[in-house]
Nanobody, 126 residues
Framework: QVQLVESGGGLVQAGGSLRLSCAAS????????MGWFRQAPGKEREYVTAISWNTNTDYTDSVKGRFTISRDNAKNTVYLQMNSLKPEDTAVYYC????????????????????WGQGTQVTVSS
């Protein structure tokens, strides 16, 4: 069983930055693909970005050039640096772990992920 705990959310003005963290339990964190998803009020959960065990990264188009995902396997933590935030980035952000991805290409499908955190709220004011 893997537990994921997100932190770093909050209220920020448009154009500002936040860094989210997701701390994972377990001894095999380095073998997981880690993803970030978000869900805005009244909308479906959507993919944001992911990083594979071999540090391949992938981003949804709306955050390319603004968000950066990274991981520190020594700390069992994945990060999401969010810059140039926009009001439309307002959502609950969830991290997720895919423990069975051996291909090294991150998946954007939520069904690929086996474990989920509880989420952290990000609010961007205009």
């Amino acid at each position: 069983q893997v537990q994921l705990v997100e932190s770093g959310g909050g209220l920020v003005q448009a154009g500002g930055s936040l860094r989210l963290s997701c701390a994972a339990s377990g001894r095999t964190f380095g073998s997981y693909t880690m993803g970030w998803f978000r869900q805005a009020p009244g909308k479906e959960r959507e993919y944001v970005t992911a990083i594979s065990w071999n540090t391949n990264t992938d981003y949804t188009d709306s955050v390319k050039g603004r968000f950066t995902i990274s991981r520190d396997n020594a700390k069992n933590t994945v990060y999401l640096q969010m810059n140039s935030l926009k009001p439309e980035d307002t959502a609950v952000y969830y991290c997720a772990a895919d423990q069975f991805n051996r291909g090294g290409v991150p998946s954007a499908r939520s069904t690929s992920y086996d474990y989920w955190g509880q989420g952290t709220q990000v609010t961007v004011s205009s």
